[in-house]
T-cell receptor, first 115, second 111 residues
């Protein structure tokens, strides 16, 4: 079974702090994604990566950056946390590549509260 | 511009009856469609998918129907069970697994 783990289930940070959210997958997937989920807004893509050191902006990248130094690890960075970044953050991975499975495997999520 | 829409935020059905969840999309370039299920405090899990070259895919109690001319897909759950109560997300993808998600429909199955 594919396993996607996230470094924290719950996190409380202060406004202005730099926040790191870590995600690790164990199935050699090429693609990795960061989403945030807010009530009534579904899953919104922040950034994704289709290879090591490669990244592309999603729908809502403002205020976030990412890092993918190793294939299995994808980090989301909030450079200066703000209260409007309080949300559930979900990491996912997928096989990637043309004609291959599109299914994404999600981690359990990190509930981030910025005070 | 929301490319994937789930117009019903919630749906309530009786145990044993059929649940039908609907999803509309606008981008004709989407070539793969997926449904995910999410329980509270957990990440979404993949449920069922369909390629744009098909119009139906079935897996046990779950069937997904795709109507490309109407840009509409639906998920049928028969028979519905209380354990099916969850949020269901529709998703559509164009390339390499990058998906666009709908806002979700909360399904409640009453015993």
């Amino acid at each position: 079974d594919v396993k996607v783990t996230q470094s924290s289930r719950y996190l409380v940070k202060r406004t202005g702090e730099k926040v790191f959210l870590e995600c690790v997958q164990d199935m050699d997937h090429e693609n990795m994604f960061w989403y945030r989920q807010d009530p009534g807004l579904g899953l919104r893509l922040i950034y994704f990566s289709y290879d090591v050191k490669m990244k592309e902006k999603g729908d809502i990248p403002e205020g976030y950056s990412v890092s993918r130094e190793k294939k299995e690890r994808f980090s989301l960075i909030l450079e200066s946390a703000s209260t409007n970044q309080t949300s559930m953050y979900l990491c996912a991975s997928s096989l990637g590549g043309t004609g291959r499975s599109h299914e994404q495997y999600f981690g359990p999520g990190t509930r981030l509260t910025v005070t | 511009d929301q490319q994937v829409k789930q117009n019903s935020p919630s749906l309530s059905v009786q145990e044993g009856r059929i649940s039908i969840l609907n999803c509309d999309y606008t981008n004709s370039m989407f070539d793969y469609f997926l449904w995910y299920k999410k329980y509270p405090a957990e990440g979404p899990t993949f449920l069922i998918s369909i390629s744009s070259i098909k119009d139906k895919n079935e897996d046990g109690r779950f069937t997904v129907f795709l109507n490309k001319s109407a840009k509409h897909l639906s998920l049928h759950i028969v028979p519905s069970q209380p354990g099916d109560s969850a949020v269901y997300f529709c998703a559509a993808s164009v390339w390499g697994g990058k998906s666009t998600f709908g806002d979700g429909t909360t399904l409640t199955v009453k015993p």
